[in-house]
């Protein structure tokens, strides 16, 4: 008895639940893109990169990964061996606003 609960304990502290959020402060638009992304084995392999310029090329107004209900027990029922993300990626309003760039400082005309 005391051996199963260690390993329930164990699977509990390997799927941690955690968010990753980002906000860039932009008017959003009704478009989403939304993606469940996998990995595999306790997060060493898997597809972790989003394309956010395929996603929204008028820019992104916010950012979200985090596990689900269904990806927290499929978490721990491999042991962290299988973590699904859901990535929601909220697109912004209008076009992305243009940066300045200050051409390079060279060393002629001193």
Not at 82 to 91: A, L, Q
């Amino acid at each position: 008895m005391r051996r199963r609960a260690l390993v329930v304990l164990a699977a509990l502290a390997l799927a941690g639940c955690h968010a990753v959020r980002y906000d860039a402060g932009r008017p959003e638009s009704p478009r989403r893109w939304e993606k469940t992304i996998h990995f595999w084995l306790w997060g060493f392999r898997g597809d972790n990169r989003v394309d956010l310029d395929a996603a929204c090329p008028e820019g992104v107004a916010s950012f979200k990964s985090e596990a689900t209900l269904i990806g927290w027990v499929a978490q721990v029922a491999t042991i962290g061996f299988w973590s699904p993300r859901k990535v929601t990626v909220v697109c912004a309003e209008g076009l992305a606003p243009r940066v300045a760039v200050a051409p390079p400082v060279t060393g002629e005309g001193r």
